[in-house]
């Protein structure tokens, strides 16, 4: 091997390495914005656990209203049908 092709391997050598550091450097950017993307996704997640938690909250309590108040809107409207057609003699 004379000293062109030695200066040759070298400098073949260099780059390889140089473009091995940068796909190191590349492959730790996407890793962090791979990390950051999970981390969003969980908090949103939360979020979503969170807005459904208070989402079941609202409907329980609207299931307990509706059981009381159909039944007592019905006795409203029983009360007023007898009290227009019977009582008043509408």
């Not at 050598?13 to 969980?42: F, K």
């Not at 997640?45 to 609202?58: G, S, T």
Request: net charge positive; hydrophobic share 50%; charged share 30%.
């Amino acid at each position: 091997m004379d000293a062109e092709q030695a200066a040759r391997l070298e400098r073949l050598l260099e780059e390889g390495n140089a473009l091995r550091r940068e796909s190191l450097e590349l492959q730790q950017q996407a890793l962090a914005a791979q990390r950051q993307v999970i981390d969003e996704t969980r908090d949103n997640l939360r979020r979503a656990r969170e807005v459904n938690d208070r989402a079941m909250e609202v409907n329980a309590r609207a299931r307990r209203l509706q059981l009381f108040a159909l039944p007592l809107i019905l006795l409203l409207v029983a009360y007023m049908s007898w009290l227009l057609f019977f009582k008043l003699g509408i």
